[in-house]
């Protein structure tokens, strides 16, 4: 694609050099740069893509986007400068790969929890329906049929852009993705086109990140700025922040929730071991999933299949059918009638959630037994809340580790232990493997044990290093049922 034809997407300050190159690929990364390729120098939070760009000249690259032009310009290499590189790239991927988010019909999820199950329920809906859909989200990414190994929640805005011109070459109508407040503050969905927003709700979290409770909203909200007035913003209504994301919106906005007025309400009728019958707008259906907190995302769901246009009789039939996601709320039974719990609830709300649901349906005989750690290099502020969470909820709490990473466990869980007290119920076992088959042994025939924080994850990171480890490979084991 020609360099001239590419500017035309991104607002430059000022350029030197020809821009009449013809541009293969466009790169972040000066390592990935090959011959004729347009390099970003992007300012991210371990590296400044301006220190790399006579790395990407010297590799081939025809033309630099840089917030800065260097004082040495190469021969033959266009410069061109932008007020921010990260906007210019999500804006010229989105050219370079022909706009296809324009050619779907584009749903972004966004939220603390509830992302996951609800963008996959989504894609699965729609599939079931007779479309072919596309899914970006944490477990997987997902080209109709084929899937894909993620690795991101929601990915840089070349592999966004390529992934859905993909979409579109395969006949594609619909994608359903999940949007990170990370990956909406480095804007990389800049220059994509949504037919419409979801938000699921908001709790403490990545403040490691974002550091203020403040700019985490104000990160999740920037979904709904964007939204054109075409679009549709689905927001929920019970959720205390979910009119402040839609408050400077373009969009049409309607809400949904379980306690308030909404324009889409559900009520759980009935809650059992094997699913819940819920009310949804005085229709009746039965799913295959537990707790209040699936109750939310199954009535987002519903809400945005009917504002796509979807028949209400068929939506029902069809999420009645449906199971729920890898790594949530998922359930494994040993042979003398223990039951597991693997849930991906990595937040104090989220973990909460999951306990309250076990409660209304465990019976005063039955004892919990949870399994909780936090990871390292992330919020520390949540850490004694899930462990104070843990303890207050179960029989037994057994603390242990997450994902470590370069942290040292055991001071992960001196921090859980600093919001317990003298009343308090566990136990510590940093080893994962160690803690899991603990929880596992103490349980008699009848009893639960959540095992809380990993979900889908197949590998623990330890030291920096990722390790193969998958929480119900070990629960299975532990029940000797591998």
């Not at 592999?159 to 011109?165: E, H, K, Q």
Request: charged share 25%; hydrophobic share 40%; with cysteine.
């Amino acid at each position: 694609m020609l360099l001239n034809d590419l500017l035309k997407a991104a607002d430059v300050l000022e350029s030197a050099g020809d821009c009449s190159a013809n541009v293969s690929s466009l790169e972040f990364d000066s390592r990935r740069v090959t011959p004729g390729a347009l390099f970003f120098a992007t300012r991210g939070t371990q590296a400044d893509g301006h220190a790399f760009i006579e790395a990407a000249v010297g590799a081939g690259a025809v033309a630099v986007v840089c917030e800065t032009i260097p004082a040495r310009l190469a021969e033959g290499v266009a410069y061109l400068r932008v007020a921010d590189s990260s906007v210019a790239l999500g804006r010229m991927a989105s050219a370079f790969y022909g706009d296809p988010s324009r050619s779907l019909r584009l749903v972004g999820v966004t939220g603390t929890n509830g992302k996951t199950t609800t963008a996959t329920l989504l894609y699965r809906l729609f599939r079931s329906l007779g479309y072919k859909v596309g899914l970006i989200s944490t477990v997987t990414y997902c080209i109709d049929s084929d899937r894909r190994e993620s690795t991101h929640t929601t990915p840089d805005s070349v592999r966004l852009n390529r992934m859905m011109a993909e979409m579109v070459d395969r006949g594609c109508e619909y994608c359903f993705m999940e949007v990170s407040s990370h990956s909406l503050v480095q804007h990389r969905t800049e220059g994509l086109h949504f037919a419409g927003a979801v938000f699921t709700n908001i709790t403490h979290d990545h403040l490691d990140y974002h550091h203020t409770f403040a700019e985490y909203i104000r990160a999740k909200k920037m979904l709904f700025d964007a939204l054109g007035k075409e679009a549709f913003a689905l927001t929920n209504a019970d959720d205390r922040n979910g009119a402040v994301m839609v408050q400077n919106t373009k969009a049409s906005v309607r809400t949904y929730g379980l306690r308030t007025m909404a324009d889409f309400r559900c009520r759980v009728v009935e809650m059992l071991l094997d699913g819940m019958q819920l009310d949804l707008d005085g229709r009746e259906v039965w799913v295959k999933f537990l707790g209040r907190f699936n109750a939310y995302n199954l009535t987002a769901v519903y809400a945005t299949a009917l504002l796509l246009g979807a028949d209400r009789d068929e939506v029902l039939r069809t999420l009645s059918g449906l199971g729920p996601v890898d790594g949530r709320f998922e359930s494994i039974r040993s042979h003398d009638g223990v039951t597991a719990i693997v849930d991906y609830a990595h937040t104090p709300d989220a973990l909460q959630n999951v306990i309250d649901t076990i409660d209304e349906i465990r019976g005063k005989d039955r004892k919990l037994y949870v399994v909780v750690g936090c990871g390292g290099n992330r919020d520390r502020t949540k850490r004694p809340e899930m462990a104070r969470i843990a303890a207050d909820g179960a029989d037994l709490a057994v603390l242990t580790s997450d994902n470590p990473r370069k942290e040292d466990p055991e001071a992960i869980l001196a921090e859980m232990k600093a919001g317990l007290d003298a009343s308090s119920r566990y136990l510590c076992i940093a080893d994962r493997r160690e803690a899991i088959k603990a929880a596992v042994a103490l349980a008699r025939p009848g009893d639960i044990v959540l095992v809380a924080g990993k979900g889908h994850e197949t590998y623990q990171d330890v030291g920096g290093v990722k390790h193969h480890f998958d929480d119900r490979e070990e629960v299975r084991r532990a029940m000797g049922l591998e």
